[in-house]
């Protein structure tokens, strides 16, 4: 008799393993991260590639959405991005307006629909060539 309650349970963890969103390890959100890219286009020093590849799920659940704010409403997406600040594609390429500092903040969402903690970055412009 023991043998079986122990074998149910097994099988009990086992299926609630298989399940997402299984009460014993409920879905936890995603970890946000980028890094900026400088100097990605010679002839536009004031476009930098942000990659939010790192971003990383604790559960390994795939990052769908990500969702990038500026601290200056005057950047613009050159193309082929075109104007969206959401994308579903880890890099997004900007163009700052001039000179200087600009904050950027970054949350991921994984399939789950949990969303990061926002992550606040700055990049400065132009960059310095390496």
């Keep these: 008799m023991a043998r079986r309650t122990l074998a149910a349970g097994v099988l009990s963890l086992a299926a609630c393993l298989a399940l997402t969103g299984c009460f014993l390890l ?7 991260a980028f890094a900026p890219i400088y100097n990605v286009d010679p002839e536009a020093p004031m ?9 990383a799920d604790p559960d390994e659940d795939p ?3 990500y969702q990038w ?5 005057d950047i613009t997406f050159p193309e082929p991005e075109g104007t969206s600040r959401t994308t579903s594609e880890p890099a997004l390429r900007i163009r700052c307006p001039n000179e200087g500092t ?4 970054l949350v991921v969402w994984d399939d789950g ?4 903690t926002p ?9 310095a060539a390496p």
């Design 63 to 65: 990052i769908v959405t």
């Design 26 to 32: 409920p879905n936890r959100a995603p970890v946000a």
């Design 69 to 73: 704010a500026f601290g200056d409403d």
């Design 102 to 105: 600009y904050d950027v903040t």
């Design 47 to 55: 476009v930098v590639l942000l990659d939010a590849s790192a971003s």
């Design 113 to 116: 629909g949990l969303p990061s």
């Design 119 to 127: 992550l606040v970055g700055t990049i400065t412009v132009p960059h």
